[in-house]
C-alpha cells in the first residue's frame, strides 16, 4: 500500500523527510537531558562545583531550547507533508473521477465515492501527519531510552526482560479482544444511523401511519444493541491506562530493590538511579504509544484501500482508438445490430439486436414501458456506455473514433434525472457553451419555453439556483435542462423522459420550437406520454430491450399492439401536468 | 486508542465549523440533569478521582523518605517497607484510575442512550413544517456528530480534566512545601506555558474556523460535483470541475496546513519549556543543595514533581477546547429538544365499535371492522368519512399564502380528484386533512367533527395515505407492506398485495415476500415501489383513503392492471385522489380543478365537459393534437 501511495506524497518528500529528521533528533534530545542532570546530581552537587552546574544547566536549557525547535518544526513540516499528501490524494481521486464512465461511477455509487473523497482522504492525511511524528517517534524513544538504560547498568536493565514482553502481552491482548468489538460497534452505530435516515426520509409514511411508537420501539432495540457493544469495548479499552501504570511502577520498585545495593556498593549513583526512572516510564510509554499507532493504522488501511480502489479502477471508455480530428459530420444515427448489457457476467442482454437507421435532421420519438431499455439505448449514442457487441454509428463514423470530447460536444443529452448547480442560471447554462452570447442564451431559453418563467424571477438569468436547483420547480428545472443542451448547438439532441413535469401544452410548444429553430439537429425523445411523440419523422416502440415496432404514428396503429394499448390507455383520460 | 467515528450518510459530516456554545450555563445545566441521573455513580467518580491524584503525588512524595532514609543510608529493611508502601499506593492508584474510568465509560454510554433516545424520540413529534426547513444531513449529524463528541469528552475528557487539575494543584501544593525557593522557578516556567498555551491556543483557534470553513466547501463541492457527475461527463465538463475543485483543495491544504502547524506546536512547546523548568529547577536546585544544604532526596523528588505538573497543564488546554465543542454539540442537540411539537390537544379518539342488540353503538376492545369517534363526553359518533373544507386558509411559510379560502366537502363513499397544475395546492389539500400543517383560518371537519378536536394519532388512523414518492424501510418486503397493519397476517400481506397488484413482481424475486429491501428499495423499481406503496395502504384497510399521485411511476398498461384492484379498494371508501392522468380521476363523484390555491372548477366529468372552462381545454389539448 505504502508502494502504492507514495507517489502521492510528491512535492511533500523532503518536507517528509526533514520532518521525520526533525522528530527523531527531538525525541533523541528529549532523552540525552535526564543524563545531564544524573551528572549535575551525581558529579557536581557531592563537590560543589558551581561553575560546572551553571555549564551544564546552560548546556541543558540549550539543549531544550532546541529540542523545541526542532519538535516545532517536525509539528509544522508534518502538517505540511500531511495535507499536502491529503490534497494531492483528493485531486488524484478527483481527476481519476473525472475519466470514469457511466459504468465506473455506478459501480461505486455516488455515495461511496464522496465518502471516499472525504473521510478516507482525511484519515489518510491524519494518519501520516501523526505518522511522521508518533511513528518516528515511538521507536525511536523505544530503542534510544533502552540503550541508555543499559548503558547506566545493564544488570539493571535486565528488568525489561520481565517488562517488556508483559506489557506486550497485556498490550496485544487487550488489541485483539477489542478490535472485533470495534468492528460490531461500527456496524450497530450504522444500524442506528440507518433508522435515523429512514425515519428523516419517511417522516410522513410513519406519521400517516401513526408508527412513532413502533419506531421508538425499532429505534430502542439498537440504541440498547449500541450501548452494549460500547459499554464492551471501551470498558475493554480503559484497562490499558491501569495496566500500563501497575507495569511501570511494578519495574520501578523492582528497579529500587536491586538498584539499592548497587548504590551502596558504589556501582551505581543515586541520580543515574533516578534517571533510570525516567527511561523506564520512556520505554513502556514508547511501547503504549506503538500499541495505538497499530490501532489507527489498522483504520487507516482500510481507508487506504478503499482510495486504491479508486485510483486503480479502469475507465471503462477512453480515446485510443480515437482520431483526434475526426468531428461529427451531420445527425444522422446507425446502430448496426447492436447488443448490449450492463454486467458483462450477466447472462441476459439489456439490449438486444437493435439495428436502427435515421436520418440527419429527423424527429424520433421513443416509448415502452419502464424497463423496456430506453434510456439505455440513446445512452449508446453519446458513448456513456459502450456497446458490447455491433457497432453505433454518429454522423457515418463509429463512436469510438471521435474523442469523447468531440462527441458529447456534438450529441446533446438531457438525462432523465437531470441536475443543476448552484450558481445562477446563467452560469449552468454556460454549462452549454461558455462563449454563448446573451443572444444565444435567449435564443436557447426561448426554445426550451424557459423565457417566460425566467423573466418572473428574481433577478432573472442571475438569480441563484441554490445547491441542486432548489430554487425552481420540476417542470422548471427541465426546461432549464433542455435550455442548456440547446446552447451546444449539437447534431444530435436526446431528451430522456425530459418534460415528464411540463404540462402538455408547453411540451407541444417546445416540441414546435425543436422543428422550427433546430431543423438540422437530428433530435431523439423519450416520452411517456403518446401526444409527446406522435408527430415525430420515426416512433421506435421499446419492449423489453427490444425494438418491438417503429414506424409513424399511423404506421404503429396499424401495426403495434402495444402502441395501440398505450395510445388507448391514455385516450381515456387526456394527460395533465401532475 | 482511536474512536470510529460513524459514516454517516453524506450529510452526516461536520459543516457547521467552529462553533462556540452561545449559552453556556443553560446548556450546562441541561446536560447536568442527563448526568444527575448517575449522580451516586458520579459521585463515586469523584471520590475515586481524589484519591488517584492522592496516589500519584503521595507515589512521588515517597521517593524522598525512599532516597534519603533507605538508599543513600542502605537500610534494607526501611526500604522494603517504604517499597511497600508504595506498591500499595500505586497498586490503590491503578485501582482508582480503573474504577473512575470504567464508571465514566459507563455514565457516558448511559447518558449518551438516553440523548440518543430522547432525540429519536422527539424527532418523532416535530412537525412536518420543521422537517422542511431544516435538512436531513442537518438532523443526522446532531446523532453522528453531536452525541458522539458528548461521549467522547465524557469517556475520556472530563474525568481527566478534573484528574489534572488536581494533580495540578496537588503536584503545586508538594512543591510549595517541599521547596518554596525552588517554586519560584517553576512559577516563572508554568506562567510563560500559560501565555504559550493562550496564545497559541487563539491563533490555533482562528485558523482552526478557516480550516472548518475550507473543508465544509471541499466537501461541498465533492458532494454536489460527484451527484452530478453524469451531467458533467454528458457536457465535456470534467477539466472545469478539474480546476474548480483544484483550487477549493488548495485552499483548504493552506488553512489546514496552519491550523495543524499550530495545533502540532502546542504540544512540543509545552514540553520543552518544561525541560526547560527542570533544567532551571536542577541548576537552582543543586545550587540550593550545595550552598542551603537542600536534601538529595528532596531535590531528586522535586524534580519528579517537576515532569508531573507539566502533564496535566497540556491535557487542560487541550481539553478545554473539546469541552467547548462538546457543549456546543450539547446546545445543537437540545435546541431540536425545545422545538415546539405538534399540536395535539385534540381528545377524540377512534374506537372500535359494535352494535348493540337495540342497534346502539358500545365501544369495544375486539377488533371490529366498525369504527366510530368518542368524543370527550364520552359520545360515540360513527365514522362515517364525510370531510369539509370550510373557507380553509393555509399557507407554509407566513405570507405567501398556498390556499386561498378552499371551501369542499366529500360525502361518505365518494371518489373526489383534484387536478391542476405542480404549485397549485393539490398535495396541501391531503396535507391538511391529515393535520400535518395547521390551517392559518377557516375548518375542517371530519363527521362533523372539527379536525382539530380528534386526537392526532387518531385521525391519521383513520386515513391511510399512498404518497407521491414511495419511502421504504429497510426489512422483508412482507415487513414493508405490514408496516400498514402490524399484526396482519401472512395472508393479509398477500391479499394485499394481490389487490395493488404487487403478488406478481414480489413472486418473481429471489426470495418472494422474504427479500430483503435495502436503501430504500433502490433495486426496485419506482413502479415496483408505488405498488408495495399501495399494498401498504390496502393492508390498513382505512376508512378514508388519499392517493397522491399513487401511480405516477406505474406505466398506462400495468395501470389498468392494478385498476379492478384500486377499484375495489376504494368501494365504499371515501377517497381523494390527486393525478396528472386524467383516466385516474374520470370516475371520481366530484373533480376539482385547482389553480394557484383556488378551486375554479367543480362537478363530474361530464358536467366539466359541458362546462368547456379550464378541464375541457386540459382534456381536449390531447384531442386537438391527435
Not at chain 1, 548 to 563: F, P
Not at chain 2, 41 to 54: F, T
Not at chain 2, 450 to 458: E, G, P, Q, T, Y
Request: net charge neutral; aromatic share 8%; proline share 3%.
Amino acid at each position: 500500500m505504502i508502494k502504492r501511495l507514495w507517489p502521492y506524497t510528491k512535492g511533500y518528500r523532503k518536507w517528509i523527510f526533514t520532518g521525520i529528521l526533525c522528530s527523531g533528533s527531538e525525541a533523541v534530545f528529549e532523552l540525552l537531558l535526564p543524563l545531564v542532570m544524573a551528572a549535575i546530581v551525581d558529579d557536581f552537587i557531592p563537590v560543589g562545583d558551581t561553575d560546572a552546574i551553571f555549564r551544564y544547566g546552560a548546556l541543558m536549557v540549550a539543549m531544550a531550547l532546541f529540542s523545541m525547535f526542532l519538535g516545532i518544526a517536525a509539528a509544522c513540516l508534518a502538517a505540511r507533508a500531511g495535507q499536502g499528501f491529503g490534497a494531492n490524494l483528493r485531486q488524484a481521486q478527483y481527476d481519476h473521477i473525472q475519466e470514469y464512465a457511466f459504468r465506473n461511477i455506478e459501480k461505486f455509487s455516488t455515495a461511496s465515492l464522496i465518502t471516499r473523497l472525504t473521510t478516507d482522504c482525511n484519515t489518510m492525511q491524519m494518519t501520516l501527519m501523526m505518522g511522521m511524528r508518533m511513528l518516528v517517534r515511538a521507536p525511536v524513544m523505544l530503542v534510544s531510552a533502552l540503550v541508555l538504560a543499559i548503558g547506566i547498568s545493564t544488570r539493571l536493565s535486565q528488568v525489561f526482560l520481565v517488562a517488556l514482553p508483559l506489557l506486550a502481552v497485556v498490550i496485544l491482548s487487550i488489541i485483539l479482544t477489542v478490535a472485533p468489538k470495534f468492528k460490531l460497534l461500527q456496524e450497530r452505530t450504522d444500524g442506528l444511523n440507518l433508522v435515523v435516515q429512514e425515519n428523516l426520509n419517511a417522516i410522513r409514511v410513519v406519521k400517516s401511519f401513526v408508527r412513532q411508537d413502533f419506531e421508538n420501539e425499532k429505534f430502542e432495540g439498537r440504541n440498547t444493541a449500541l450501548r452494549s457493544i460500547s459499554e464492551q469495548a471501551f470498558g475493554r479499552v480503559v484497562i490499558n491506562m491501569p495496566a500500563m501504570m501497575l507495569i511501570t511502577y511494578g519495574t520501578i520498585i523492582a528497579v529500587m530493590w536491586y538498584g539499592t545495593p548497587m548504590v551502596q556498593a558504589g556501582e551505581l549513583e543515586v541520580g543515574l538511579l533516578t534517571t533510570f526512572f525516567t527511561y523506564i516510564t520512556q520505554v513502556l510509554m514508547s511501547l503504549m504509544m506503538v500499541s495505538m499507532i497499530m490501532m489507527m493504522l489498522t483504520r487507516s488501511v482500510a481507508c487506504g484501500k478503499r482510495i486504491i480502489e479508486v485510483l486503480d479502477e479502469r475507465p471503462d471508455i477512453g480515446d485510443a482508438a480515437a482520431d483526434p480530428d475526426a468531428r461529427v459530420e451531420d445527425g444522422s444515427i446507425d446502430f448496426d445490430h447492436v447488443w448490449f448489457k450492463y454486467n458483462t457476467a450477466s447472462e441476459a442482454w439489456n439490449l438486444e439486436d437493435i439495428d436502427l437507421h435515421i436520418k440527419s435532421g429527423q424527429t424520433v420519438g421513443i416509448i415502452g414501458a419502464t424497463g423496456s431499455a430506453k434510456s439505455t439505448l440513446v445512452q449508446l449514442i453519446p458513448r456513456l456506455y459502450e456497446a458490447t457487441e455491433g457497432t453505433v454509428r454518429v454522423g457515418g463514423r463509429p463512436v469510438a473514433d471521435y474523442t469523447m470530447e468531440h462527441l458529447r460536444d456534438s450529441c446533446a443529452m438531457v438525462l432523465q434525472k437531470n441536475t443543476l448547480f448552484s450558481g445562477t442560471i446563467r452560469e449552468n447554462l454556460l454549462w452549454g457553451n461558455e462563449h454563448a452570447t446573451e443572444e444565444e442564451i435567449a435564443q436557447a431559453c426561448a426554445a426550451a419555453c424557459a423565457d417566460e418563467f425566467i423573466a418572473r424571477l428574481p433577478g432573472g438569468l442571475d438569480m441563484d439556483l441554490g445547491q441542486g436547483g432548489v430554487n425552481v420547480s420540476g417542470g422548471q428545472k427541465q426546461r432549464l435542462c433542455i435550455a442548456r443542451a440547446i446552447l451546444k448547438r449539437p447534431r444530435v439532441l436526446i431528451l430522456d423522459d425530459s418534460t415528464s413535469a411540463v404540462d402538455t401544452a408547453t411540451d407541444a410548444r417546445i416540441r414546435r420550437a425543436f422543428r422550427t429553430q433546430l431543423p438540422d439537429t437530428t433530435k431523439i425523445i423519450i416520452a411517456q406520454r403518446i401526444i409527446s411523440v406522435m408527430d415525430a419523422d420515426l416512433i421506435l416502440v421499446m419492449d423489453d430491450g427490444r425494438i418491438s415496432a417503429m414506424g409513424t404514428h399511423d404506421e404503429l396503429m396499424e401495426t403495434s399492439e402495444i402502441y395501440r394499448d398505450v395510445y388507448q390507455s391514455q385516450q381515456e383520460g387526456a394527460s395533465i401536468d401532475g | 486508542m482511536a474512536n470510529p467515528r460513524p459514516m454517516g450518510g453524506p450529510g452526516g459530516r461536520n459543516r457547521h465549523g467552529y462553533q462556540k456554545p452561545k449559552n453556556m450555563g443553560k446548556t450546562i445545566k441541561k446536560l447536568m440533569e442527563y448526568l444527575g441521573r448517575s449522580k451516586w455513580l458520579l459521585l463515586l467518580v469523584a471520590v475515586c478521582l481524589v484519591l488517584y491524584s492522592v496516589c500519584t503525588i503521595g507515589g512521588s512524595y515517597l521517593l524522598k523518605p525512599l532516597v534519603n532514609e533507605a538508599i543513600i543510608p542502605g537500610d534494607y529493611t526501611k526500604l522494603a517497607q517504604i517499597l511497600a508502601l508504595m506498591a500499595c499506593v500505586y497498586v490503590a492508584g491503578a485501582g482508582f484510575s480503573f474504577t473512575y474510568t470504567r464508571i465514566m465509560v459507563h455514565v457516558s454510554q448511559k447518558t449518551s442512550f438516553a440523548l440518543r433516545r430522547d432525540l429519536f424520540a422527539k424527532m418523532q413529534t416535530l412537525p412536518l413544517s420543521y422537517f422542511d426547513t431544516h435538512t436531513h444531513g442537518e438532523l443526522m449529524s446532531r446523532y453522528t456528530n453531536d452525541i458522539e463528541t458528548i461521549t467522547e469528552i465524557m469517556n475520556n475528557g472530563l474525568a481527566s480534566l478534573v484528574s489534572g487539575s488536581l494533580t495540578f494543584v496537588g503536584v503545586v501544593l508538594m512543591m510549595i512545601i517541599t521547596s518554596p525557593l525552588l517554586f519560584l522557578v517553576t512559577i516563572f516556567c508554568l506562567g510563560l506555558m500559560f501565555i504559550v498555551v493562550m496564545t497559541v491556543g487563539k491563533r490555533s483557534r482562528y485558523f482552526f474556523a478557516e480550516q472548518q470553513r475550507d473543508i465544509g466547501i471541499v466537501n461541498g463541492y465533492i458532494e454536489e460535483m460527484i451527484e452530478g457527475q453524469k451531467v458533467i461527463k454528458v457536457f465535456n465538463h470534467e477539466a472545469k470541475a478539474r480546476q474548480g475543485f483544484a483550487r477549493r483543495n488548495e485552499a483548504y491544504r493552506r488553512s489546514a496546513t496552519a491550523a495543524q502547524s499550530f495545533a502540532g506546536s502546542i504540544m512540543p512547546a509545552m514540553g520543552n519549556i518544561s525541560h526547560i523548568n527542570y533544567a532551571l529547577t536542577c541548576c537552582t536546585g543543586a545550587l540550593l543543595s550545595i550552598y542551603m544544604g537542600l536534601d538529595l532526596g528532596s531535590l531528586v523528588m522535586y524534580l519528579q514533581y517537576v515532569r508531573q505538573v507539566s502533564q496535566p497543564v497540556g491535557m487542560i488546554s487541550q481539553q478545554i477546547n473539546n469541552v467547548l465543542a462538546a457543549i456546543a454539540g450539547a446546545e445543537r442537540i437540545f435546541e431540536v429538544m425545545e422545538v415546539t411539537p405538534e399540536v395535539d390537544e385534540g381528545r377524540t379518539t377512534l374506537v372500535n365499535v359494535r352494535r348493540g342488540p337495540d342497534g346502539t353503538l358500545e365501544e369495544t376492545e375486539d377488533r371490529t371492522s366498525h369504527w366510530a369517534w368518542k368524543r370527550p363526553d364520552g359520545t360515540l359518533v360513527p365514522l362515517a368519512g364525510d370531510v369539509r373544507f370550510h373557507d380553509v386558509v393555509f399557507s407554509y411559510v407566513p405570507g405567501k399564502t398556498i390556499l386561498h379560502g378552499i371551501s369542499l366537502y366529500a360525502k361518505p363513499g365518494q371518489k373526489i380528484a383534484f387536478v391542476g397544475s405542480t404549485g397549485a395546492g393539490k398535495t396541501t389539500i391531503t396535507n391538511l386533512i391529515n393535520r400535518f400543517y395547521e390551517i392559518e383560518s377557516g375548518q375542517i371537519t371530519y363527521d362533523g367533527i372539527d379536525v382539530r378536536d380528534i386526537s392526532k394519532d387518531s385521525l391519521r388512523r383513520s386515513l391511510g395515505i399512498v404518497l407521491q414518492d414511495t419511502r421504504l424501510f429497510t426489512g422483508t418486503i412482507a415487513d414493508n407492506i405490514r408496516y400498514g397493519k402490524l399484526d396482519a397476517t401472512d395472508e393479509e400481506v398477500r391479499a394485499a398485495a394481490r389487490l395493488a397488484n404487487a403478488d406478481t413482481f414480489i413472486r418473481h424475486l429471489p426470495k418472494g415476500y422474504d427479500t430483503w429491501i435495502t436503501d430504500d428499495g433502490g433495486n426496485l423499481s419506482q413502479g415496483e415501489r408505488q405498488l408495495l406503496a399501495i399494498a401498504r395502504a390496502a393492508v390498513a384497510d382505512p376508512p378514508v383513503l388519499i392517493l397522491d399521485e399513487a401511480t405516477s411511476s406505474i406505466d398506462t398498461r400495468t395501470e389498468k392492471l392494478i385498476e379492478k384492484g384500486m377499484d375495489s379498494l376504494m368501494q365504499d371508501r371515501t377517497v381523494f385522489v390527486i393525478a396528472h392522468r386524467l383516466s385516474t380521476v374520470r370516475n371520481a363523484k366530484a373533480i376539482m380543478v385547482l389553480e394557484q390555491g383556488e378551486i375554479i372548477e367543480r362537478g363530474d366529468h361530464d358536467s366539466l365537459i359541458a362546462q368547456g372552462g379550464r378541464y375541457y381545454q386540459l382534456y381536449t389539448g390531447q384531442a386537438e393534437l391527435s
